[in-house]
């Protein structure tokens, strides 16, 4: 639980989900789109191959489930910085 595991033998979990949010995706589960992102971040990961290779299903529960477990104190914080620059 919470391990940034390898993907594909050589590329980890955090490399994923940092490409998904540096290109624009959002891994949203609250607010005006809740969950919306984070099924979209889903199906990408279905979609994705490396060296001709797929995530498994265990993967991509794995890289979800860490891609959206934040800490909620962190979380807040994060919203007031936010919130804050609006």
Do not use: P
Request: net charge negative; aromatic share 14%.
């Amino acid at each position: 639980m919470f391990e940034n595991k390898l993907a594909f033998g050589d590329v980890y979990y955090s490399r994923i989900i940092a490409s998904w949010i540096n290109e624009g995706g959002t891994i949203n589960r609250f607010g005006r789109r809740a969950n919306q992102g984070v099924d979209d971040f889903e199906d990408w990961l279905r979609t994705l191959k490396w060296n001709n290779k797929t995530l498994s299903d265990e993967e991509i529960r794995d890289i979800r489930e860490l891609a959206t477990n934040g800490k909620m104190e962190f979380e807040h914080s994060a919203y007031l910085f936010l919130k804050d620059k609006t």
